[in-house]
């Protein structure tokens, strides 16, 4: 039986670039703003309210998790986050969804336009 990801779809922009941030590795605030607008190539920023208030509904969802710093010498107040396997399945499922409305889109974009009478 497969797992029903549909309560989750579509993700919001703010979360899909969270759970893409958190894809590669573990990332405190700060750093998922930076790779956020590394992966955007500057075209998408998060603001520290957007990204927190996102981070807290992913956590509550059991999207993502706050994980252990990866060394002792990290300042103790920075807190790292994580993509849970439940986050890893919907943003796997968002970028299949994803993937067919690029597809239909660029069917869409070669029909040639139908003539007006």
Known sequence: MTEDLSPFLPLSP???????????EDRHGYGIMQEVARQSEGQYKLGPGTLYDNLEKLI?????????????????????????????RVLSAEIVRLGGVVREARMRLRAPSPRRV
Not at 14 to 24: R, V
């Open 60 to 88: 509550n969802q059991a999207m993502v998790e706050e994980a252990p710093a990866p060394s002792a010498n990290e300042d103790p107040r920075r807190r790292y986050y994580r993509l849970t396997g439940l986050g890893r």
């Open 14 to 24: 703010a979360t899909l670039h969270i759970l893409l941030a958190l894809a590669g």
